[in-house]
């Protein structure tokens, strides 16, 4: 299983990005897929995560409500979209799929930079 992250880039607080994630090599909807990032100096955290239909989302409390996290199993991608971008947000994400025996799978990372 290989995924593909995309769309980081250098943006002004309060701006929105929308990263996207194209997972290879497996059956799409039988993965739970989501994001993670690691910010400079720090540990890697969790972002938030989408369930194998798309129906269920959880985040991050620091997210909730700036950050929306989407599928498209037809297109065998997950998105994270982020609007309200903090300086806070600046790292690099990471997108992973995880499947039913729990094996976890990860994107190269994309690299979000939000300036004053």
């Known amino acids: 299983v290989q995924l593909q992250a995309s769309g980081g880039g250098l943006v002004q607080a309060g701006d929105s990005l929308r990263l996207a994630c194209e997972v290879s090599g497996g059956r799409f909807s039988d993965y739970g897929v989501g994001w993670f990032r690691q910010a400079p100096g720090k540990e890697r955290e969790f972002v938030g995560t989408?369930?194998?239909?798309?129906?269920?989302?959880y985040y991050q409390d620091s997210v909730k409500g700036r950050f929306t996290i989407s599928r498209d199993n037809a297109e065998n991608s997950v998105y994270l979209q982020m609007n309200n971008l903090k300086v806070e947000d600046t790292a690099v994400y990471y997108c992973?799929?995880?499947?039913?025996?729990?094996?976890?799978?990860w994107g190269q990372g994309t690299q979000v930079t939000v300036s004053s």
């Open positions: 989408i369930n194998f239909t798309g129906g269920s989302t």
């Open positions: 992973y799929a995880t499947s039913y025996s729990l094996t976890r799978y």
